[in-house]
């Protein structure tokens, strides 16, 4: 008697971790992802354990033809991380994170997140450049660039990538480096996920343990801006001061009648001794009146969980990015004359610095290729119902064509939507073609085109 095994029962024994498909009672809670405006169906996700199972997950969607994501941290503000009628290659089960304190270094699974990453190294007092929110994954952020709060004094996630393993579109396990495919190992550093899924990823780690940190809130005044850019201009790189945009939060450090009003707010990490906290203050003092203070010691983890709780997945995201060169009066201005309509409370505008040791590295050293830009503007609407879907998009596209004048040509892949493609080249300028050649090399076919893609 001969028996037709279904290629899903196939897919299943091949994989350790579980294959969901459309029906199954957990298919709702498997398909989503952090920004609810992807509201998408794919037909298979595989929720995998291992380097395995990611293997089978590729070998299989290469098979029947089927589009493949990858989600790591389920944070791509694009929907890069699910697909309708394709494959969804999920690795947020794996987490595991390995430190050697000895040797100041770290390697983590490809779906652990930033949290999981800075839990595990702090024991140690360690820790590397790694984003503002702590559910983000370590993947997507680092293949992008990484910025924040070490970013002045430690590089970008990308600078202190020193490893990883990838599964190839025709399901090989590569191992990179400087020495072992140096080209792979170039290409990830800032290239995005065009090159394959990413398992493992191992870092240099930084001697930080306790930092000085918190928020200090403004009136929305221009002032502000200019004064906070010469303030980073003369600032240490210990210093990592984030300026944000945004409606006054309701927290207790601010004063009612602030909530719900525009402000200016200097999100701030100082990474040096607590001897020079006060300086520090007199510094953010220096940048116009204060409204509202958050300020204190704390564990390196802390800070980048402030913002946990006023992002939480399921709310709806569209955001755009630029880079600068510093802010001109123009840029100002249009950043003050939209923060002054921010649509939402969860809303914001976000400019980091990525200077100082960002500067450090040449602008053909890693993929990354804006090594002249100061800061990176994020900014885009965050909202809740799906019926002002229109008008925030509407909103963060006028903000964007606002910018641009004031702005160099490309800008940062993590903030870029799925209508950016035309972009994808001056975001890499000078490095393209290099990239291009990498794309040709280990994915000939586009099998990884979820992203903001790189075509061979």
Same mark, same amino acid.
């Given at each position: 008697?001969?028996?037709?095994?279904?290629?899903?029962?196939?897919?299943?024994?091949?994989?350790?971790?579980?294959?969901?498909?459309?029906?199954?009672?957990?298919?709702?809670?498997?398909?989503?992802?952090?920004?609810?405006?992807?509201?998408?169906?794919?037909?298979?996700?595989?929720?995998?354990? *291992?380097?395995?199972?990611?293997?089978?997950?590729?070998?299989?969607?290469?098979?029947?033809?089927?589009?493949?994501?990858?989600?790591?941290?389920?944070?791509?503000?694009?929907?890069?991380?699910?697909?309708?009628?394709?494959?969804?290659?999920?690795?947020?089960?794996?987490?595991?994170?390995?430190?050697?304190?000895?040797?100041?270094?770290?390697?983590?699974?490809?779906?652990?997140?930033?949290?999981?990453?800075?839990?595990?190294?702090?024991?140690?007092?360690?820790?590397?450049?790694?984003?503002?929110?702590?559910?983000?994954?370590?993947?997507?952020?680092?293949?992008?660039?990484?910025?924040?709060?070490?970013?002045?004094?430690?590089?970008?996630?990308?600078?202190?990538?020193?490893?990883?393993?990838?599964?190839?579109?025709?399901?090989?396990?590569?191992?990179?480096?400087?020495?072992?495919?140096?080209?792979?190992?170039?290409?990830?550093?800032?290239?995005?996920?065009?090159?394959?899924?990413?398992?493992?990823?191992? $870092?240099?780690?930084?001697?930080? *343990?306790?930092?000085?940190?918190?928020? !200090?809130?403004?009136?929305?005044?221009?002032?502000?801006?200019?004064?906070? &850019?010469?303030?980073?201009?003369?600032?240490?790189?210990?210093?990592?001061?984030?300026?944000?945009?945004?409606?006054?939060?309701?927290?207790?450090?601010?004063?009612?009648?602030?909530?719900?009003?525009?402000?200016?707010?200097?999100?701030?990490?100082?990474?040096?001794?607590?001897?020079? *906290?006060?300086?520090?203050?007199?510094?953010?003092?220096?940048?116009?009146?204060?409204?509202?203070?958050?300020?204190?010691?704390?564990? $390196?983890?802390?800070?980048?969980?402030?913002?946990?709780?006023?992002?939480?997945?399921?709310?709806?995201?569209?955001?755009?990015?630029?880079?600068?060169?510093?802010?001109?009066?123009?840029?100002?201005?249009?950043?003050?004359?939209?923060?002054?309509?921010?649509?939402?409370?969860?809303?914001?505008?976000?400019?980091?610095?990525?200077?100082?040791?960002?500067? +450090?590295?040449?602008?053909? +050293?890693?993929?990354?290729?804006?090594?002249?830009?100061?800061?990176?503007?994020?900014?885009?609407?965050?909202? !809740?119902?799906?019926?002002?879907?229109?008008?925030?998009?509407?909103?963060?596209?006028?903000?964007?064509?606002?910018?641009?004048?004031?702005?160099?040509?490309?800008?940062?892949?993590?903030?870029?939507?799925?209508? *950016?493609?035309?972009?994808?080249?001056?975001?890499?300028? &000078?490095? $393209?073609?290099?990239?291009?050649?990498?794309?040709?090399?280990?994915?000939?076919?586009?099998?990884?085109?979820?992203?903001?893609?790189?075509?061979?």
């Amino acid at each position: 008697m001969t028996t037709t095994t279904h290629p899903l029962d196939t897919l299943r024994g091949a994989v350790r971790g579980t294959v969901v498909t459309r029906g199954d009672p957990s298919y709702d809670v498997s398909r989503r992802v952090y920004n609810a405006l992807h509201d998408r169906r794919p037909a298979v996700v595989v929720h995998a354990v *291992d380097a395995g199972d990611v293997r089978a997950a590729v070998l299989y969607a290469r098979e029947h033809a089927l589009p493949l994501a990858v989600r790591g941290g389920a944070h791509s503000v694009a929907g890069f991380g699910t697909v309708d009628d394709g494959l969804v290659v999920d690795l947020s089960r794996m987490r595991g994170v390995r430190v050697d304190p000895e040797a100041r270094t770290a390697r983590a699974e490809g779906g652990a997140t930033w949290g999981d990453f800075n839990h595990a190294t702090h024991a140690f007092g360690l820790a590397t450049t790694g984003g503002a929110v702590s559910t983000t994954g370590i993947g997507g952020l680092t293949l992008g660039g990484g910025m924040g709060h070490l970013a002045r004094r430690c590089g970008l996630s990308c600078d202190n990538l020193i490893g990883a393993d990838v599964v190839t579109a025709e399901g090989s396990l590569v191992s990179c480096d400087a020495e072992r495919n140096p080209d792979l190992f170039w290409a990830l550093r800032g290239g995005g996920g065009n090159f394959g899924v990413v398992t493992s990823l191992a $870092y240099r780690l930084h001697p930080v *343990d306790v930092i000085f940190g918190g928020i !200090t809130c403004y009136p929305l005044d221009g002032d502000v801006a200019r004064a906070w &850019q010469e303030m980073n201009a003369a600032s240490p790189v210990e210093l990592n001061v984030i300026l944000v945009v945004a409606l006054g939060p309701e927290e207790p450090f601010l004063p009612e009648r602030w909530h719900g009003r525009p402000v200016c707010a200097a999100f701030t990490c100082f990474s040096g001794p607590a001897e020079e *906290d006060e300086k520090v203050l007199a510094r953010l003092d220096g940048l116009g009146p204060v409204v509202g203070r958050f300020m204190d010691r704390m564990p $390196y983890p802390v800070i980048n969980t402030l913002f946990d709780e006023q992002l939480p997945p399921g709310l709806l995201h569209y955001w755009k990015g630029n880079f600068s060169r510093g802010l001109s009066d123009g840029a100002i201005a249009a950043h003050m004359e939209f923060g002054a309509t921010m649509p939402s409370m969860e809303s914001d505008t976000a400019i980091f610095p990525i200077d100082g040791a960002c500067h +450090e590295v040449g602008p053909e +050293e890693t993929a990354f290729a804006y090594r002249d830009a100061v800061f990176s503007h994020s900014f885009g609407a965050t909202w !809740t119902d799906p019926a002002d879907s229109e008008h925030n998009i509407a909103w963060t596209r006028a903000y964007d064509r606002a910018l641009r004048p004031h702005s160099e040509a490309g800008g940062y892949v993590n903030f870029m939507d799925t209508d *950016d493609q035309d972009r994808v080249r001056v975001n890499y300028r &000078q490095n $393209y073609d290099r990239l291009r050649a990498v794309k040709r090399r280990y994915d000939p076919d586009n099998a990884f085109r979820l992203n903001q893609n790189i075509v061979p």
